[in-house]
């Protein structure tokens, strides 16, 4: 059973940190793209981060970029999303993604970041 476990949201002050994690289970982790999208409501959902499966290779979104990183380790089969000078822009429903190819993609539950004073 394919399982995808988000953590590490929460409120947090402008220009604040957080690390979200995500733990998977249930398929081969190092043979899946790893994507970080995130959802406002009432908007469409965006993605916000991608790596690779062997996590050579990684892209953001141009609103993220320099402020947040996407990283793996294949050995415990998780991904997490370092998440640097926090705006209240960022606030939202994270969410993890594997993408396998369009007949395997999973998705966790989310995970709520709320950037406020």
């Known amino acids: 059973q394919v399982q995808l476990v988000e953590s590490g949201g929460g409120l947090v002050q402008p220009g604040g940190s957080l690390r979200l994690s995500c733990a998977a289970s249930?398929?081969?982790?190092?043979?899946?793209?790893m994507n970080w999208y995130r959802q406002v409501q009432g908007k469409e959902r965006e993605l916000v981060a991608s790596?690779?499966?062997?996590?050579?290779?990684?892209n953001y979104a141009g609103s993220v970029k320099g402020r947040f990183t996407i990283s793996r380790d294949n050995d415990k089969n998780s991904v997490y999303l370092q998440m640097n000078s926090l705006k209240p822009d960022d606030a939202a429903v994270y969410y993890c993604n594997a993408d396998g190819g369009p007949q395997f993609q999973y998705w966790g539950q989310g995970t709520t970041v709320t950037v406020s004073a």
């Open positions: 249930g398929f081969t982790f190092s043979n899946y793209y």
């Open positions: 790596i690779s499966g062997g996590g050579g290779s990684t």
